[in-house]
């Protein structure tokens, strides 16, 4: 049988094991405390950064951080290991479009729904009743005009009431109205409608040229008594419609 080693040949064991780690350990660092800034550079290169504090400077490299303190190595350590990136952002929530809010709402109860037909029947009747200008007729000369009787009840639904829209001609400048001989208007300020004459409201007297955007608004109006009269058929209503 073999003898056991004594204490003394297991301490020299250990010792040469520490000293193989701490040379393996000083020759993964290139570098010792104690060694010159111009052997730090010569050993691992240029730092990725570098802290000038004047005699006081810290070099950043890929694995360590070395403070050098009168062109002499005074600490080596670590690196810090980087941060994790933040991982992404989700991506923002996508709207679902949304399609147009209906006209009349799908629960709506008669009285409801006649409430409404009636707020827009008054809204398209204040829009094209305006009261035109006009003025003495004096000794001026003007042709007469007036409206002839009856009226087209429109397609609320379909109907744009722009393409009916008639101008007066600009000659004569001036004209007056039947029942009205000692007034004029002027011409440019008037207009013709028949989709619109449903609701001329007093025919003795001439109508007023509408712009572009009263026009939107009364197509918008016509779709909401369309939509309203819909919704009253459901309903059974028997009652008056415009």
């Known amino acids: 049988m073999g003898r056991l080693p004594g204490i003394s040949e297991r301490a020299a064991r250990i010792g040469r094991s520490l000293s193989l780690f701490v040379m393996s350990a000083s020759a993964v660092m290139a570098v010792n405390v104690g060694d010159s800034m111009e052997k ?84 398209v009747v204040e829009i094209v009743n305006q009261e035109v200008p006009h003025e003495e007729r004096g000794s001026r000369q003007a042709p007469e005009w007036h409206y002839h009787d009856g009226a087209e009840r429109p397609d609320f639904a379909h109907v744009d009431v722009r393409a009916f829209q008639e101008l007066r001609p600009a000659d004569p400048a001036l004209i007056t109205w039947r029942g ?45 008594i369309a939509a309203c009269e819909a919704r009253l058929a459901q309903l059974g209503y028997s009652g008056t419609v415009p």
Request: no cysteine.
């Open 40 to 123: 730090v550079i010569a050993e691992k290169g240029r730092p990725r950064s570098t802290i000038d504090a004047g005699s006081v400077k810290i070099l950043s490299y890929t694995d360590v951080v070395i403070k050098v303190r009168d062109d002499l190595v005074v600490s080596i350590r670590p690196a810090a290991a980087a941060p994790k990136a933040a991982a992404p952002a989700p991506p923002p929530a996508v709207a679902v479009p949304q399609g147009p809010a209906p006209l009349v709402p799908p629960a709506a109860g008669i009285d409801e729904v006649k409430a409404m037909l009636d707020q827009a029947v008054a809204r």
């Open 180 to 224: 009205h001989d000692d007034w004029v208007w002027n011409s440019s300020d008037l207009e013709f409608n028949s989709k619109l004459k449903y609701f001329y409201r007093d025919r003795t007297l001439p109508t007023k040229r509408l712009t572009q955007e009263e026009m939107v608004e009364i197509n918008a109006e016509y779709r909401r």
